[in-house]
């Protein structure tokens, strides 16, 4: 593989709402536009915080200035924002979006999470649905999800199987004041009606013992019906990242084969899965090498991802010596790129979005890769 081309797709402007723009994912309508969404805020996480899309016509080479297709409503007569926002195009011209927002009344003036307790503020999973690609949307909808589950987390688009069942990732999360072990885990929820009713969770990630972390599952269809799962794994005990683990399932996500461990971590993308098979995985390698965004290939769904096929898609400025230190508070300039994204093309090439800047600055990027 090899990178052809790359540029920036959403420009931020420091010292404004816009100043950081980060969660960007990109989505080929079968129209052969794309469609890509990223979270636009003053900070990473603050209570001005919303959803942009930028359109483009051309394969990725130019985008359309940003647009803001959602407003943040309140539910529960309580105010939020929207954090995460991800296309899936149902049928051709209709797709569905599934968001995150989060409530910034409740604990007015906290950060999402809860350095002390492990806990997040009030958060769910809102839908929208449109049936003119994109161009307008429907009213956002709450997803009723159980207890359980707690504040969700919204890791990936939402998938669609190969019988026109959704398939949704959510991740756990405890309540924000509590202080008890967290048992995270990470767990799929099916349609078989087009998004309007959800079945109950099927587990797709869960260390009973509560050791093992199973964090931003990013998941993918093959062309053969196999869903594959990629999960940043954390060990609660050494406080260190682990290698990158894949699962798989032939049955759209309610059973999972053992966790595989890929030989490379952090924090993967969502996978590109080519008509022939073939997968381009990008990933975030904060602690390995030097800060890199990086992608391999891998032959089929189950096969390994070839060492020598990987290239660095986006080189970060070197960290300093906090930056690396796993066992103590990482220092900010590591957080400031990442969250890579990959989606195959219309002409078969693959291109990966991600964030990346300074503290002040975080702009989308793209790379085109050549397969």
Known sequence: MHIIDSGILNHSEAGTPRATLTFPSVVTLSTGTLLASCR??????????TIEFCRSNDGGATWSPPYRPFEAPRLRDVGGTLKICYVTERAPGQLIAGLMWIDRETYAGKGVFNAETEGCLPMFILLSDSDDFGESWSPLREVPLP???????????ILLLADGTLAMSIESN?????A???YQKVVLFHSADDGRTWGPPAIAGFDPTGGIFNW????????????ASFLWTYDTETRTYLNIHRRLSGDGGRSWSQAEDLGFADQ???P???PDGRVVLAWVDRFQNSPTIRARLAP???AAFEADSEVVVYRHPDPTADDTDQAGALGLSVWSFGLPYAEVLPEGDVLVVYYAGTEAAMDVHWARIRV
Request: net charge negative.
């Open 272 to 274: 590109a899965m080519l």
């Open 147 to 157: 207890d359980e589950i707690g504040p969700p987390s919204l890791t990936n688009p």
């Open 300 to 302: 089929a769904a189950d």
């Open 216 to 227: 931003d599952q990013r998941l993918g269809v093959a062309p053969d019906g196999r869903l």
């Open 40 to 49: 636009a805020g003053s900070s990473k996480d603050c209570d001005d915080e």
């Open 180 to 182: 008890s072990k967290w």
């Open 268 to 270: 993967a993308s969502h």
């Open 174 to 178: 405890k309540t924000y004041d509590d």
